[in-house]
């Protein structure tokens, strides 16, 4: 079964410090999406990107993060100044076209664990 | 999106059938019911998905009832690796974020 690819798994920075969490959906996925799950809370909407342009973004998604699909595989978001409250486990998201067409909805890569210090 | 509303834990015997609840009241008639699981922080796991029709598929049942205001999710035999917390979400077909509430957490226990 295809997956969605999360590298890295954990990643350690200093508060202040930028990060890139990248990511490889499916191939013939379309849409891609970002989520964060701070440690004992719910899952949280990021930003949705559909044909190389955001289509939502939460009110999380303030002016210290992008996302951006470099090269037509990789799909990455950024925090340009991390945070102590940035802490958290970042998951990605892709589907291949409306969604309710598919059978699988949405599926999630295994997350990058981030850790501001 | 509707808003569903799912109890926050359920314990549940190996082997035996793990029955989840879901209320779903004001959802509209096109929208989905799509279920959901998270084991230990690993990233959600789709499980099955209905619109008005109880569906089947190799992990789970989903009953919808008539009036589509609940449903449940069925896991016909659970086994201790179906210890998570289960997401009940609705959606329309345009698709578009999914909003995650927080779950019903099962424990199969041996």
């Known amino acids: 079964e295809p997956e969605v690819t999360q590298t890295p798994s954990h990643q350690v920075t200093q508060m202040g410090q930028e990060v890139i969490l990248r990511c490889v959906p499916i191939s013939n996925h379309l849409y891609f999406y970002w989520y964060r799950q701070i440690l004992g809370q719910k899952v949280e909407f990021l930003v949705s990107?559909?044909?190389?342009?955001?289509?939502?973004k939460s009110e999380i998604f303030d002016d210290q993060f992008s996302v951006e699909r470099p090269d037509g595989s990789n799909f990455t978001l950024k925090i340009r100044s991390t945070k102590l409250e940035d802490s958290a486990m970042y998951f990605c998201?892709?589907?291949?076209?409306?969604?309710?067409?598919?059978?699988?909805?949405?599926?999630f890569g295994s997350g990058t664990r981030l850790t501001v210090v | 999106d509707a808003k569903t509303t799912q109890p926050p834990s359920m314990d549940c015997a190996e082997g035996r059938a793990a029955n989840l609840p879901c209320n779903h009241s004001?959802?509209?008639?096109?929208?989905?019911v799509y279920w959901y699981r998270q084991i230990h922080s690993q990233g959600p796991q789709y499980i099955i998905h209905g619109l008005k029709n109880n569906e089947t598929n190799e992990m789970a049942s989903l009953i919808i009832t008539e009036d589509r205001k609940s449903s449940t999710l069925i896991l016909p035999h659970a086994t201790l690796r179906d210890t998570a917390v289960y997401y009940c979400i609705v959606i329309t077909p345009q698709g578009g974020k999914l909003i995650f509430g927080q779950g019903t957490e099962l424990s199969v226990k041996p």
């Open positions: 004001t959802i509209s008639g096109n929208e989905y």
């Open positions: 998201a892709s589907t291949p076209r409306a969604f309710a067409v598919s059978n699988y909805g949405y599926t």
């Open positions: 990107f559909y044909n190389n342009e955001i289509s939502e």
